[in-house]
T-cell receptor
Framework: DAGITQSPRHKVTETGTPVTLRCHQT?????MYWYRQDPGHGLRLIHY???????DKGEVSDGYSVSRSKTEDFLLTLESATSSQTSVYFC????????????????FGAGSRLTVL | KQEVTQIPAALSVPEGENLVLNCSFT??????LQWFRQDPGKGLTSLLL?????REQTSGRLNASLDKSSGRSTLYIAASQPGDSATYLC????????????FGTGTRLKVLA
């Protein structure tokens, strides 16, 4: 987990409340990602960023928004949390895009466990 | 649509055994494949990254192979140890989606002392 920190690590909230998860990196990597991990589904990409203020949707982006105002921080916001968003959320970073000949490894944070009651 | 499958979902072996974990993917048009390890309650740690032009990669007791034409990768662990107990996941990046790793659901390995 060196170089990448997620906060909070655990959160319990109620349906309808807003939630923001933070990912902070000290590696100066350009690419950042938010995944969710659920039993039976594996890891699924929510949103990703390819630079400051440059973000795009992944495969399960509905109900989530992201922002990246600085290289080191990538925020994931649930505007109005629902029980279906109960999950473990992982942030990941990479120095280069996953595709292409020069692809680098994907480095993950320790995860944020979110429970929506 | 790319799908990644890992069978078996769980595996128990005695310490010292050599073992093979399997990863299958449906679309052979990939940039690369990566193997990860996940310990309970922790994030994923990258073990090996194989580019599409490579056939295998090695790191210590680990060896990963890639056969794009058959849509398969294997992770070989030599002389397994209890510390190898974890969930192992593979992920591929298809040529149609530069930023998107598609993950398998993993194989949960338990090495018995």
């Amino acid at each position: 987990d060196a170089g990448i920190t997620q906060s909070p690590r655990h959160k319990v909230t109620e349906t309808g409340t807003p939630v923001t998860l933070r990912c902070h990196q000290t590696e100066n990597h350009r690419y950042m990602y938010w995944y969710r991990q659920d039993p039976g589904h594996g890891l699924r990409l929510i949103h990703y960023s390819y630079g400051v203020k440059d973000t795009d949707k992944g495969e399960v982006s509905d109900g989530y928004s992201v922002s990246r105002s600085k290289t080191e921080d990538f925020l994931l916001t649930l505007e109005s949390a629902t029980s279906s968003q109960t999950s473990v959320y992982f942030c990941a970073i990479s120095e280069t895009p996953p595709g292409g000949a020069g692809a680098n490894v994907l480095t993950f944070g320790a995860g944020s466990r979110l429970t929506v009651l | 649509k790319q799908e990644v499958t890992q069978i078996p979902a769980a595996l128990s072996v005695p310490e010292g055994e050599n073992l093979v974990l399997n990863c299958s993917f449906t679309d052979s048009a990939i940039y690369n494949l990566q193997w990860f390890r996940q310990d309970p309650g922790k994030g994923l740690t990258s073990l090996l990254l194989i580019q599409s032009s490579q056939r295998e990669q090695t790191s210590g007791r680990l060896n990963a192979s890639l056969d794009k034409s058959s849509g398969r990768s294997t992770l070989y662990i030599a002389a397994s140890q209890p510390g190898d107990s974890a969930t192992y996941l593979c992920a591929v990046v298809g040529t149609s989606g530069t930023y998107k790793y598609i993950f398998g659901t993993g194989t949960r390995l338990k090495v018995l002392a």
